[in-house]
């Protein structure tokens, strides 16, 4: 069955480090996003990309990167972790306008 | 002005009851819609499409109104499963890019 994970599942890293927070598909969706989500915030998109090297900023894009060098990969880097940039983070994957399906998510915290 | 936005709630409705969500979008080329649900911070997922004709599922119906840039949900018959944060989503042909709202918390009581 198709599928979308993401790696790793929690991670704690120190303020000013490189993070990279991986999120893979196996639908062959052209479409994928990264979203992170806070109390009282919901769910924000930080970065999209509609298919190989094709990358959008988001409404919260500041601090965050992505790359797009096939099909079924969306890295997201954090250049240099804040502890503002502790949240939860979910990928999804969606084909045009078919609703989006998600990974599991990734609990980041940045101390 | 949030682009999609819904009364966060929380909804506290007794086991049995009938409960509606609604959810309005600022976007006028927004193309289509869904709701979501999400259980205690998991990933969400897809649990309708919204049609301009309205749609049911078993004991959820979802309508949408494009004049009014207004969706809604009701639920029926209320389970103490369905307990969860509700999301109203709208997608945007032109941008491809999903826009979610803040959420709605619902709570069935027994």
């Known amino acids: 069955d198709a599928e979308i994970t993401q790696s790793p599942r929690h991670k704690i890293t120190e303020t000013g480090r490189q993070v990279t927070l991986a999120c893979h598909q196996t639908?062959?969706?052209?479409?994928m996003f990264w979203y992170r989500q806070d109390l009282g915030h919901g769910l924000r998109l930080i970065h999209y990309?509609?298919?190989?090297?094709?990358?959008n900023k988001g409404e919260v894009s500041d601090g965050y990167s992505v790359s797009r060098s096939n099909t079924e990969d969306l890295p997201l880097t954090l250049e240099s972790a804040a502890s503002s940039q502790t949240s939860v983070y979910f990928c999804?994957?969606?084909?045009?306008?078919?609703?989006?399906?998600f990974g599991q998510g990734t609990r980041l915290t940045v101390v | 002005r949030k682009e999609v936005e819904q009364d966060p709630g929380p909804f506290n409705v007794p086991e049995g009851a009938t409960v509606a969500f609604n959810c309005t979008y600022s976007?006028?080329?927004?193309?289509?819609f869904f709701w979501y649900r999400q259980d205690c911070r998991k990933e969400p997922k897809l649990l309708m499409s919204?049609?301009?004709s309205g749609n049911e599922d078993g004991r959820f119906t979802a309508q949408l109104n494009r004049a009014s840039q207004y969706i809604s949900l009701l639920i029926r018959d209320s389970k103490l499963s369905d307990s969860a944060t509700y999301l109203c989503?709208?997608?945007?042909?032109?941008?491809?890019?999903?826009?979610f709202g803040q959420g709605t918390t619902l709570q069935v009581k027994p």
């Open positions: 999804a994957s969606s084909e045009s306008s078919r609703g989006a399906f």
């Open positions: 639908w062959n969706h052209n479409n």
């Open positions: 990309s509609y298919g190989v090297h094709d990358t």
């Open positions: 976007n006028s080329a927004s193309q289509s």
């Open positions: 919204v049609y301009s």
């Open positions: 989503v709208a997608y945007s042909g032109n941008t491809g890019k999903l826009i």
